[in-house]
Nanobody
Framework: QVQLVESGGGLVQAGGSLRLSCLVS????????MGWFRQAPGKEREFVAV???????SYADSVKGRFTISRDNILNLVYLQMNSLKAEDTAVYYC????????????????WGQGTQVTVSS
């Protein structure tokens, strides 16, 4: 059983940066596709970024050039570096894992963390 625990969320001013972390336990993170989704109030959960077990990386158009996903296969950690944050980035961010390929579909991910709140003030 894979368990995911996010950390690093908080309140930041527009234009600032945050780094989210996801600690993976139960399995070696290198064998999984890892990603991030987010859900803003009143909106559906949406794809943010993914890094496949093969190294393939993909981002939502709304965060491309500002966010970077990375992984440390030794420490079993996944990161989401978020720069140039905007008010519209405010959401609960979820770490996800899958044994499949790097996709953007919510239903493709078997494991979800509890989420961490990111609030960007304008």
């Amino acid at each position: 059983q894979v368990q995911l625990v996010e950390s690093g969320g908080g309140l930041v001013q527009a234009g600032g940066s945050l780094r989210l972390s996801c600690l993976v336990s139960g399995r070696t993170v290198g064998r999984y596709t890892m990603g991030w989704f987010r859900q803003a109030p009143g909106k559906e959960r949406e794809f943010v970024a993914v890094k496949g077990w093969s190294g393939t990386t993909s981002y939502a158009d709304s965060v491309k050039g500002r966010f970077t996903i990375s992984r440390d296969n030794i420490l079993n950690l996944v990161y989401l570096q978020m720069n140039s944050l905007k008010a519209e980035d405010t959401a609960v961010y979820y770490c996800v894992a899958s044994r499949g390929s790097a996709t953007k579909g919510r239903d493709d991910y078997d494991y979800w963390g509890q989420g961490t709140q990111v609030t960007v003030s304008s």
